[in-house]
């Protein structure tokens, strides 16, 4: 099943198949909030309202974990995806991006505009699947740009962690990205924080902010978190 995923402010993908994708703004500007609907959404109307981060009950969270090898287990394989695009147009940037489900691969596409913004971003929401977890594994396939994994945790208000997602680019391909020594910034800046810690996670995804106007894609089949 093929669905495309619209814009708005905030949103949620649900449903077993797919659903919409919603664009808020980044942590670094306000962080992403908890979605309440138990029904697969439309296109969904524009809002204002500061969100919050919170976990996701267990009316939207992510497909039960299940073990795909003695280190790892998977947390997303987007049959109950529970995602969310983030764009600059909070700052007033005029990157754009939207995303769609098929055949449980989730690709989002769009087009970075560097001047009042440069950014756009796709994060899905974690409820103590990463605990214990040391790495991610993930299958992607990208156009090559500079993608960075985020992810955010309660012990850090305001701060969000980075890694670079070493991908090759132009073909399906795993890519294995650390959980420790990630960047803590607030608002793009670095700034000294705790640790990510993976237990106290909320959620996770991938950034493209390398600073290059034009069109980029990103594809995800799957995440795996490892010990």
């Given at each position: 099943?093929?669905?495309?995923?619209?814009?708005?402010?905030?949103?949620?993908?649900?449903?077993?198949?797919?659903?919409?994708?919603?664009?808020?703004s980044d942590r670094d500007i306000e962080s992403a909030s908890s979605p309440s609907t138990t029904t697969r959404p439309t296109a969904l109307p524009s809002t204002t309202s500061?969100?919050?981060?919170?976990?996701?009950?267990?009316?939207?969270?992510e497909s039960p974990a299940s073990t795909v090898s003695d280190r790892?287990?998977?947390?997303?394989?987007?049959?109950?995806p529970n995602w969310f695009i983030v764009n600059d147009g909070v700052m007033?940037?005029?990157?754009?991006?939207?995303?769609?489900?098929?055949?449980?691969?989730?690709?989002w596409s769009g087009t970075i505009v560097t001047v009042g913004g440069g950014f756009s971003s796709i994060r899905g929401l974690v409820d103590g699947?990463?605990?214990?977890?040391?790495?991610?594994?993930?299958?992607?396939?990208?156009?090559?740009?500079?993608?960075?994994?985020?992810a955010d945790d309660d012990?850090?208000?305001r701060v969000t962690h980075y890694n670079p997602i070493p991908a090759v680019g132009g073909d399906w391909e795993v890519v294995v990205v650390p959980l420790t020594g990630m960047e803590p910034r607030v608002f793009g800046n670095l700034v000294t924080s705790e640790p990510f810690d993976p237990d106290?996670?909320?959620?996770?995804?991938?950034?493209?902010a390398d600073g290059i106007d034009g069109e980029f894609t990103f594809e995800i089949d799957w995440i795996d978190a490892c010990t």
């Open positions: 099943m093929r669905l495309h995923l619209a814009i708005a402010s905030v949103a949620v993908v649900a449903a077993a198949c797919g659903g919409n994708l919603a664009a808020t500061a969100p919050t981060t919170t976990a996701p009950s267990s009316s939207t969270s790892c287990v998977r947390i997303a394989d987007f049959d109950e007033g940037g005029r990157s754009d991006a939207s995303g769609v489900i098929d055949s449980s691969r989730l690709k699947s990463l605990a214990g977890a040391t790495e991610l594994e993930l299958r992607i396939r990208t156009d090559g740009r500079a993608y960075e994994f985020l012990a850090s208000t106290q996670a909320t959620q996770i995804g991938v950034i493209l």
